[in-house]
C-alpha cells in the first residue's frame, strides 16, 4: 500500500465522536487512524510523514493528559485536545505541555479542520528540520578529526593566521582543512557554513585559542605535528 503524505490519529473512546470525526476528515482529503485508547495508539506502527493527534481527555486506559505526558521527549505529532471534560487548569496544563489547541466538544467543522490543518503544517515543518540536520550530520561525520577542530575556528571568523597559529598547523595546511570542509559539507559560502554549524549545535567559539602573535614558535611547532 502507498504510504499517504500525512495521517490524522483521533483516540477516542466514544466510537461516534470518532466516526463523525473521521467522516468529516476524510471528506477534506485527509487520511484517519482511529483508535478506542491511549494503549492502542501507542502500539500503532506510525509512518515517518506529517501527522497530527487528536486527543480526547477521558481514556478507559490512562489520562490524554497524562499520555501526553509521557510523549514528551520523544517525536511525536501536534497535539489536539477535544474533550468534553475539560476544565480551565487541565487546558492550562495542555498548552503548556506543547499542545496546540485544547477544544471543547461540540466543536464546530471549521474549527476543527483549521486547527488539524495548522498542526499538520506544524509537523511538516519539525520533519523537514529533522531532514535537514541528518543531512548536515551525515556530511559532519565524514570530516577528518583534523577538520572538525579546524570548523569551530572557520565559523568563529579568525583569520588564517591566527586559527593556524591556534592549531599550531601552517597557514596553507589550514587552507587546505578550511577548503576540505567547505567542500565536504557542500557549503556555498562562510555563512551558509556558519548556519550549518548552528543547526548542528557545534561550538562557535574557542576559549583556546590564542589571537597574539601570526606565526607558532618553534616549541609550539614541535608540540604540534602538521597535519
Sequence with gaps: MKTPEHIVYVVDDDERV???INDLLQSCGMVV????????????????IPACLILDIELPDINGLELQRRLIGAPHPPIVFITGHGDIPASVRAMKAGAIDF???PVTPAQLLATVE????????RLAAETEVKALRDRYNILTPRERE???LVVLGLVNKQAAFS????EVTYQIHRSSIMRKMAAPSLADLVRMS??????????????KGTTPSRRNRETHPRI
Excluded: C, H, M, Q
Excluded at 118 to 125: C, M, Q, S, W
Excluded at 167 to 170: D, E, F, H
Design 18 to 20: 470518532r466516526e463523525s
Design 33 to 48: 487512524a482511529e483508535f478506542g485508547s491511549a494503549a492502542d495508539y501507542l502500539k500503532y506502527e506510525k509512518p515517518a
Design 103 to 105: 477544544l471543547p466538544k
Design 118 to 125: 495548522a498542526a499538520l503544517a506544524l509537523d511538516r515543518e
Design 150 to 152: 579546524v570548523l569551530p
Design 167 to 170: 592549531l599550531g598547523i601552517s
Design 198 to 211: 548552528i543547526k548542528l549545535g557545534i561550538p562557535t567559539g574557542n576559549s583556546g585559542v590564542s589571537l
